[in-house]
């Protein structure tokens, strides 16, 4: 079974610009995650999907933050413009079933400078 | 909101010693997860908890949830190079049931 594929794995950008991450789910799973890991800390959730539908997305920075999921599969996550704090990792998770075990994709390390 | 806290944060161990890491939640739980993320790697699931109690073992490792569905906790018995890693708990719970990963806990085992 492939598991949840992320891309770009690294990307470094100058604050103000923009950026995306691209994240597909394991098929068949309905929830998708989005996490943010800033280095020495726990993963932070930013947005759940139920489908293609919004479920919570009450820590998700909506003044530079966006996210969607189009046909309730594919995701991303965009950040315009970008700060220096935003600097971490983002995971993407997936899930058969709302709050079982999630599947971690491998993550995209974002450097902001 | 809800918080979760673990402890301690880092742990240095001899192998062939044994490892305890406490979770800690400000909200009752639905339910508590413990993933482990390698050095580099993404968190993996290693095992969910639902029952107030509830008592689980994988091997050397044991899961404990609290009676009051609050605290939990992993202890690894005869620890190996192979624990290495970063052991986070994830509290389901709180307003809109979300869940929220503690802080995780850093193990180094030093052969």
């Known amino acids: 079974e492939a598991g949840v594929a992320q891309s770009p794995r690294y990307k470094i950008i100058e604050k103000r610009q923009s950026v995306a991450f691209w994240c597909n789910p394991i098929?068949?799973?309905?929830?998708l995650y989005w996490y943010q890991q800033i280095l020495g800390q726990g993963p932070k959730l930013l947005i759940q999907?139920?489908?293609?539908?919004?479920?919570?997305d009450s820590q998700l920075p909506k003044d530079r933050f966006s996210a969607e999921r189009l046909k309730g599969v594919d995701s991303t996550l965009k950040i315009q413009p970008a700060k220096l704090e935003d600097s971490a990792v983002y995971l993407c998770?997936?899930?058969?079933?709302?709050?079982?075990?999630?599947?971690f994709g491998q993550g995209t390390r974002l450097t902001v400078v | 909101g809800q918080q979760v806290m673990q402890i301690p944060q880092y742990q240095h161990v001899q192998e062939g010693e044994d490892f305890t890491t406490y979770c800690n939640s400000s909200t009752t739980l639905s339910n508590i997860q413990w993933y482990k993320q390698r050095p580099g790697g993404h968190p993996v699931f290693l095992i969910q908890l639902v029952k107030s109690g509830e008592v689980k073992k994988q091997k050397r490792l044991t899961f404990q949830f609290g009676e009051a569905k609050k605290n939990s906790s992993l202890h690894i018995t005869a620890t190996q190079t192979t624990d290495v890693g970063t052991y986070f708990c994830a509290g389901l719970g709180g307003a809109g049931n979300m869940l929220t990963f503690g802080g995780g806990t850093r193990l180094m085992v030093k052969p």
């Open positions: 999907f139920q489908n293609n539908g919004v479920v919570d």
């Open positions: 998770a997936s899930s058969p079933v709302r709050n079982t075990e999630a599947f």
């Open positions: 098929s068949g799973h309905a929830t």
